[in-house]
């Protein structure tokens, strides 16, 4: 295989799902769908939380920034797949390759950060109900959103040099984006050191939040048992289920494709895992955190009244 020199700027050719040319379509009607339905379930949750002062709380306000990382994640993938599936351009260049890896590197890290900070405002509000406005100060809410953007970005900034670093041989990614395992298997020379790095970084990315996540479950499972009242129980385990159940679903697919050697990595089980975490999950977060909230429900409720009143 011919070396690919990077300093010419060559590129790669995304081979995406060519292999099942009979589901091409069939790919490209229902991602389009779940795209747009990422698009306006996230934007409507952006919206709700800057308009309606119900939702000016830490949760909300953290839910936001969520809903914008899942808004940031798909639109640095989704479109170019869109465009791979209708078969008009297939190819990425090599600096959009470089730039796509940061980009989700560090939106996916940001996400890792921000839901253990999610994780412990749900410890503070069912732990500490007293106390919780004066825990979760406004001061420290933005410092810790800002601390979530800035962890995820600097983790990414060393795994990205590390790859434009590293010599490439060939020029077809078996995937429908740039990502670092795939990228790895087309290394020229042997990857340990570079997988050994990977691997460490993705433990302090990826378990490291997840043990904390858990830790702070523990002290709400211990508080919420305290309880007596079954009304209680039922409204701290409610706005505990949903921030769990997106967590189960980030970390799962996450730890899967990230936390394997690159020997037993699957290219083509690789690129169905990564459809689910860059367009099912942002896509069932809104639904997930709102199906059940009754004041993300009221919200839009009065929204849409003052819409109608203002007619």
């Known amino acids: 295989m011919e070396k690919l020199n990077t300093s010419l700027g060559q590129g790669f050719i995304l081979v995406g799902f060519s292999d099942w040319p009979q589901l091409e379509f069939v790919f490209f009607v229902f991602i389009s769908i779940f795209y747009s339905m990422t698009l306006f379930g996230n934007t409507t949750i952006i919206i709700l939380s800057r308009m309606d002062l119900r939702l000016h709380t830490p949760m909300y306000f953290f839910l936001c920034h969520l809903s914008f990382l899942d808004l940031c994640y798909t639109t ?25 890896l940061f980009i989700t590197l560090s939106l996916g890290g940001t996400e890792c950060v921000l839901l253990v900070v999610m994780a412990f405002d749900r410890y503070a509000a069912v732990c500490h109900p007293l106390q919780y406005t004066i825990i979760m100060h406004p001061l420290l809410c933005q410092a810790l959103a800002i601390a979530s953007w800035v962890g995820g970005f600097i983790n990414t900034l060393i795994q990205t040099g590390l790859m434009m670093a590293m010599p490439i041989c060939g020029h077809y990614l078996n995937h429908f984006f740039c990502e670092m395992p795939v990228l790895l298997k087309l290394a020229c020379e042997g990857t340990r050191g570079t997988e050994s790095y990977m691997f460490v970084a993705g433990a302090i990315i990826l378990v490291f939040p997840v043990s904390l996540i858990l830790g702070s479950y523990a002290h709400i499972a211990r508080a919420v048992l305290k309880v007596k009242s079954m009304a209680g129980r039922r409204k701290a385990l409610g706005t505990c289920g949903s921030h769990l159940l997106v967590v189960s679903l980030f970390y799962g697919s996450a730890i899967y494709t990230y936390l394997q050697p690159k020997g037993s990595y699957s290219e083509s089980e690789g690129k169905f895992v990564a459809l689910f975490y860059t367009i099912v999950t942002p896509m069932l977060n809104p639904v997930i955190y709102t199906l059940r909230n009754k004041d993300v429900k009221g919200a839009l409720w009065r929204v849409l009244g003052k819409g109608r009143n203002s007619e």
Not at 76 to 81: A, D, E, H, I
């Open 76 to 100: 640095s993938t989704v479109p170019q797949l869109l465009i791979n599936l209708s078969g008009l351009d297939q190819t990425i260049s090599y600096g959009g390759c470089v730039a796509q």
